[in-house]
Nanobody
């Protein structure tokens, strides 16, 4: 069983930065695909960024502003978010995927507002 716990969300002004963290516990493998998703009110959950052993993918809306990274030794996933915009406001979720299974965290709220 895998558990994911996000942290680091909060209220930030437009143009500001936040760093989200996702702590993973349980049996974690370097081949697991990990990523960040977000869901804004009234909208579907969408991919923000995903990281595997061979590739990194970003939503077009965050390219150049967000950076996903992973520390396998600590079982941690991060999302550095710079130049935040009001449209980045959402609940951000951490996800781990492997063949036959996926796991989600409980989410952390990010609000970008002046």
């Amino acid at each position: 069983q895998v558990q994911l716990v996000e942290s680091g969300g909060g209220l930030v002004q437009p143009g500001g930065s936040l760093r989200l963290s996702c702590a993973a516990s349980g049996r974690i493998f370097s081949i697991d695909v990990m990523g960040w998703y977000r869901q804004a009110p009234g909208k579907q959950r969408e991919l923000v960024a995903a990281l595997s052993s061979v590739s990194t993918n970003y939503a077009d809306s965050v390219k150049g502003r967000f950076t996903i990274s992973r520390d396998n030794a600590k079982n941690m996933l991060y999302l550095q978010m710079n130049s935040l915009k009001p449209e980045d406001t959402a609940v951000y979720y951490c996800r781990l995927a492997r063949p036959g299974n996926e796991y989600w965290g409980q989410g952390t709220q990010v609000t970008v507002s002046s």
